[in-house]
């Protein structure tokens, strides 16, 4: 089996995996937030929408998914949003993973100049 480069997918694939949709609500996550599926797939899903349940089972950032199913992050942004919007995923902000016991950025700065200092 040959595995084609993401450039080259078909256009006409994509816009039937999203429905036409070109553009997902920016808000909701970005690439590096954590997706964590919430359920398991039902019968009838969209194959894109299960994958992505399978795959989520533990946290899995939004750039992960995309090299996992071979879509640009652009197209499983909006699959994404479709399962946030009934509840079937949530999304974990990277800056919400910062715990407030956590190291300022002032000091990872520092260790990072010293670091380089070596």
Request: glycine share 6%; hydrophobic share 40%; net charge neutral.
């Amino acid at each position: 089996m040959r595995q084609r480069p993401v450039d080259d997918e078909a256009p006409d694939r994509l816009y039937m995996i999203t429905g036409g949709r070109t553009r997902a609500d920016e808000s909701a996550f970005d690439s590096v937030s954590l997706i964590v599926g919430e359920c398991e797939p039902t019968p009838g899903m969209q194959s894109e929408h299960v994958k992505i349940l399978r795959l989520t089972r533990r946290p899995m950032a939004v750039v992960e998914l995309s090299a996992q199913l071979r879509l640009p992050v652009s197209v499983v942004k909006i699959l994404l949003c479709d399962l946030l919007d009934t509840g079937r995923i949530t999304v974990r902000h990277p800056s919400a993973l910062r715990s407030a016991d956590g190291p300022s950025p002032e000091l990872l700065k520092e260790v990072l100049v010293a670091l380089q200092n070596i």
